[in-house]
Structures are given as structure tokens and as C-alpha cells.
């Protein structure tokens, strides 16, 4: 009897725990500082950014290359932060990519387009501009949708009444044509706004049936701790920031499909896993945790609701950024470690066997410099408002 007691105890803990021990891992590139985004192009090759001014390309394991050096922003959550390829890429080499910029006393934040012209950028354009910026909650994601408009997340710029004032683009989720111009369908007047209410959104991505899901990152002392959200993204609706923390019985904010309470996930860049080449993540949302140093594994319903929340790699791979399906199918991860970051690839099956490649361009971690030139700018632009008030 003790015998079967164990073994079904074995049975059904197999059956309640995905088999994730059992995934392939594959380090693709490490000696990385703080990469943000990773996007793969038509034939394969990798894209990605660095937060302190390194746009990438490999287009063979083993070997990189810098496509482009962008000025260093200074800021401690800004920089080069989203990236995107046109959806004519193939015919347009056009690439997008979310900068903060610090322009006299105040930060801001711009979507610049590029044509990409063998390893050089050419053809510079601002797509959008009067982001505004901070040292810290700069969102930065941006996403061409199913209906091939862009898709961008602003942070409130540590002034959470913007996130609510809809003359302002701090605390949205922004809607564009790609060539910056504001579609018709949007839910406000000639507005590039089509969500709000948000305090630093991370993440989005769209299921196969256009449900489209965004991470986002709760309060971190101003209105308590935690509280970092899911949500199911609806055209004009108020997202509660920051009258709302978490939960609301007010109709008039919708509220997250699952939040973290009093805990600290740090959600960010995020994927849904539409490939069948990992089998247990088929069909789900995968989301990279900073302070959670987990992948996130959401299962949602089309009609929003939450099926089931499970982790990967809890405390594997520390501060993980985002996670992106190659064209093999399979799920890459960016670290955020600040510290011989890494591309990491997961299959469920063994792949071929790859280089790594190793970056000695990417230098030091400069984050506790950046919290200092943070703290004095924001105390210049105080002392500078406060004397404007006069």
C-alpha cells in the first residue's frame, strides 16, 4: 500500500507539474548589458538592442555585429529600448526603434524609423515624439499589431496624474501608422492614445485571435508596493493609474486579470507561443520577470478571464527581460542582469549544436551612475519648476 501511495503521489505530481526540467538550453550569446529587445528579420537573423545605446545583428551563430551606437541617455530605466521591423521589412528594410533622449533639462522619449542599408542606418525619421521621459518608468515596448499599426508603451514619468490627462502620452499604450500618422479608428480625436491609466507598461502581445495582453509594472512606494498587473487591453478604456491599485469595484477602470499583491513580479517584455515546437507552451502568453527572475507562463481564455499562471526557471537565469518565438519555432530569452547578460534559446527537442558568441564591446554596468545623474536631474528640474512658479 505504501508502494502505490508513492507511486500515484509520483502519477500526479507529474501530471499538476509541467515537464519544463526537461527543455533544452542553449546560451547564444553572452558578455551582454542589460539587452532589451530581440526581434528576429526574414531570413532568420537576430536583432536586438542594448539599454545603453547598442543596436545588434547575428545572422550566423557565433558572430555579431554593432549595427549602430546611440548617445547614452543617462537615464536609469531609459535608453534604446524597443525595437520593431517594418511588416514590409523584406521590401522596405525599415526598423523602429524607442530612444530616450535628454534634451536640455528634461528627458523625452521618440520612436525613430531607419532604413537598414547593408549594416548602416539610413533615412532617419522621428515617428513620434513628446514621450515624456525620466530616469525612471519609461515603458518602451513597441509592437506592429495583427492590423500592422504600431504599438507603444509610455511609463508616467514618475508624474503619475499624466497617466490620466489625455493631452499628455505618459501612462498609454499608443496606436500608429507606421509612418507616424494617427488612424482613423482611434478611440480619441486625433489622438495617437488608444489605452490609458497605465503606470509603466513592459509588455504587450496579441493571442491568434487578436485577444491582446499587456504586462505592467505596480507601485514601488508612491501607492504602497506590488501590485504589478495583466491585462487584457480594450480600445479607450481607463486602466485605473493611479486612483487604482490593483482591484476596483469602480466600472469605470478595468481592472487586471491577475495582479501580484503585496509580492513584486517586475513583468515585462512578453510573447504569445504560437509555435508547436515546445508542446506545453502551446497557445500561452510567456512573460519575462525582473524582480521575479521567472518566466511567466499565462494560459488565457479569448474572453479574458485567466485559465492558469505557472513559472520556468525561477532564479535560473536571474532578471529575465523578455522572451521571443524564433523562426525555428522555439522561445529566446534576453537577462537583464546588468552583468554578462545573455540570449538564451529553449527547445523541447535537441537543436543543432550552436556557437556562442560572446560580446567584448558591451562594458560595465552603469546603473548606480545612472541612479545618481537620476536623482540630481530630477532635483535641477524641481528647482527649475519651482522658480518658473516664482
Do not use: C
Not at 514621450?131 to 507603444?152: N, Q, T, V
Not at 498587473?229 to 490593483?246: L, M, R, T
Not at 535560473?316 to 522561445?331: L, M
Not at 536631474?377 to 516664482?390: D, E, L, T, W, Y
Amino acid at each position: 500500500m505504501r508502494y502505490l501511495a508513492v507511486i500515484f503521489s509520483l502519477l500526479f505530481f507529474s501530471i499538476v507539474t509541467p515537464a519544463f526540467a526537461e527543455l533544452n538550453v542553449d546560451v547564444i550569446a553572452d558578455g551582454l548589458n542589460n539587452p532589451w529587445e530581440i526581434v528576429f528579420g526574414p531570413e532568420g537573423e537576430i536583432y536586438f538592442t542594448e539599454r545603453d545605446g547598442r543596436l545588434w545583428i547575428i545572422e550566423e551563430f557565433g558572430q555579431a555585429k554593432i549595427i549602430e551606437t546611440f548617445p547614452k541617455s543617462g537615464s536609469v530605466e531609459g535608453g534604446t529600448l524597443g525595437l520593431a521591423l517594418d511588416p514590409m521589412f523584406e521590401q522596405n528594410k525599415r526598423i523602429y526603434i524607442y530612444q530616450t533622449n535628454l534634451e536640455l533639462e528634461f528627458f523625452q522619449n521618440k520612436v525613430f524609423s531607419f532604413t537598414l542599408d547593408d549594416y548602416t542606418l539610413t533615412n532617419k525619421e522621428i515617428i513620434i515624439e513628446n514621450i515624456p521621459g525620466a530616469p525612471w518608468h519609461d515603458g518602451g515596448r513597441i509592437s506592429f499589431g495583427p492590423d500592422e499599426k504600431l504599438y507603444i508603451t509610455t511609463g508616467d514619468a514618475i508624474n503619475p496624474g499624466w497617466s490620466q490627462d489625455l493631452s499628455s502620452l505618459a501612462g498609454k499604450i499608443l496606436r500608429i501608422n507606421s509612418d507616424g500618422t494617427i488612424p482613423d479608428d482611434n478611440p480619441f480625436d486625433s489622438s495617437p492614445i488608444f489605452s490609458y491609466g497605465h503606470r509603466n507598461p513592459q509588455g504587450i502581445a496579441w493571442n491568434e485571435d487578436g485577444l491582446f495582453v499587456s504586462s505592467e509594472h505596480g507601485p514601488s512606494g508612491e501607492m504602497g508596493y506590488g501590485h504589478d498587473e495583466i491585462n487584457v487591453i480594450v480600445k479607450g478604456k481607463n486602466y485605473g493609474w493611479p486612483k487604482v491599485v490593483g482591484d476596483s469595484s469602480d466600472g469605470t477602470f478595468v481592472n487586471p486579470i491577475i495582479h501580484s499583491g503585496e509580492q513584486t513580479w517586475a513583468p515585462s517584455g512578453m510573447v504569445f507561443y504560437n509555435s508547436d515546437k515546445i508542446s506545453i507552451l502551446e497557445g500561452k502568453f510567456l512573460v519575462g520577470t525582473l524582480r521575479g527572475q521567472h518566466l511567466m507562463v499565462l494560459d488565457v481564455a479569448n474572453d479574458g478571464s485567466l485559465i492558469s499562471k505557472e513559472k520556468m526557471f525561477e532564479g535560473d537565469f536571474g532578471r529575465i527581460r523578455t522572451a521571443q518565438i524564433g523562426p525555428d519555432g522555439v522561445v529566446y530569452l534576453l537577462t537583464s542582469n546588468g552583468d554578462n547578460d545573455k540570449i538564451i534559446r529553449i527547445s523541447e527537442s535537441p537543436l543543432e549544436e550552436v556557437t556562442k558568441f560572446t560580446s567584448n564591446e558591451s562594458g560595465d554596468n552603469l546603473t548606480i551612475v545612472y541612479v545618481i545623474v537620476g536623482i540630481i536631474v530630477v532635483g535641477v528640474i524641481g528647482a527649475i519648476v519651482i522658480k518658473r512658479r516664482r
